[in-house]
C-alpha cells in the first residue's frame, strides 16, 4: 500500500508564491530519491526538480532561483516552494519516489517501479 498524495497547489497570480507538499506512506522514504514532475495540456511531462537521498538537489533550468526542493525524512514528506511564479509554470505537479541517476539526471519515470501519486493544479494566471 505505498502511496504518495500530493497537496498545496491552487490559482495565484504570475509573481506569487506556492508550497507544494508531497506525503509518503506505506513505505521507507529515506533512501529514495524524489522528483517533482509537471504536466499540462499540450506540454510535454517536465521534470522540475528532485532531491538525492543525502539531500542533493537538482533543478530544471527554467526554474532555478524560483523554486527549492527540500525534506524531511522522520515525517516522510518531500516540499516544493515555489516563487516568482509565471503563467509558463501552470500545470498538474506531481512527486516520483525513485532511483536517483535515472529520476534526477535522465528525468524518467519507470511506471514499474517508481511511486507516484495523482498530482496537484497550478494555475498561474491574471
Known amino acids: 500500500q505505498a502511496q504518495l498524495v500530493e497537496s498545496g497547489g491552487g490559482l495565484v497570480q504570475p509573481g506569487g508564491s506556492l508550497r507544494l507538499s508531497c506525503a509518503a506512506s506505506g513505505f521507507t522514504l529515506d533512501y529514495y530519491a524524489i522528483g517533482w514532475f509537471r504536466q499540462a495540456p499540450g506540454k510535454e511531462r517536465e521534470g522540475v526538480s528532485c532531491?538525492?537521498?543525502?539531500?542533493?538537489?537538482y533543478y530544471a533550468d527554467s526554474v532555478k532561483g524560483r523554486f527549492t526542493i527540500s525534506r524531511d525524512n522522520a515525517k516522510k514528506k518531500v516540499y516544493l516552494q515555489m516563487n516568482n511564479l509565471k503563467p509558463e509554470d501552470t500545470g498538474n505537479y506531481y512527486c516520483?519516489?525513485?532511483?536517483?541517476?535515472?529520476?534526477?539526471?535522465?528525468?524518467?519515470?519507470?511506471?514499474?517501479?517508481?511511486?507516484w501519486g495523482q498530482g496537484t493544479q497550478v494555475t498561474v494566471s491574471p
Open positions: 532531491i538525492s537521498s543525502d539531500d542533493g538537489t
Open positions: 516520483v519516489a525513485g532511483e536517483l541517476y535515472r529520476l534526477c539526471v535522465l528525468k524518467k519515470i519507470d511506471e514499474n517501479r517508481d511511486y
